[in-house]
């Protein structure tokens, strides 16, 4: 499962880059960076995890189920200045940015809907 959320910014590594939340919870994440070899863009594992934004999206009640259910992110959650603030309008998207996220999690994301590759259940056991 993909949830994909605030990704209207770059990330703190600039464009062409996202995170996903429970990185290490399955090998998801893994198999995604894995279809994008050659390409400019790489998913890096969560930086805020003090954050707990693993349980805090709607990934969640999968993940407690055991599914392979992580949130993509680009937000940056220490200095992101329009989060959750009526400055947050269409004006301060980068929609190209996001445009080019959405692509590099089509493209990643061929060998999982394809059935070639299966992500590694969530361990409910390591679970909060």
Do not use: C
């Not at 279809?35 to 998913?43: E, H, I, Q, V």
């Not at 259910?69 to 992101?80: G, L, N, P, Q, V």
């Not at 996220?101 to 056991?125: E, F, H, M, N």
């Amino acid at each position: 499962m993909f949830n994909i959320e605030m990704i209207g910014t770059e990330s703190k590594w600039g464009k062409n880059s996202a995170y996903i939340t429970g990185y290490e919870k399955s090998d998801m994440g893994t198999i995604l960076q894995k279809n994008l070899a050659g390409t400019a863009f790489t998913f890096y594992p969560d930086p805020y995890t003090n954050q707990n934004l693993f349980y805090r999206s709607d990934n969640k009640t999968l993940a407690r189920l055991g599914v392979p259910a992580h949130t993509i992110s680009t937000s940056k959650m220490d200095s992101e200045p329009n989060y959750h603030k009526p400055s947050d309008q269409f004006e301060t998207l980068d929609i190209d940015n996001m445009t080019e996220i959405i692509k590099a999690i089509a493209l990643s994301a061929q060998s999982i809907v394809s059935g070639k590759d299966t992500p590694t259940r969530v361990d409910t056991t390591q679970l909060k």
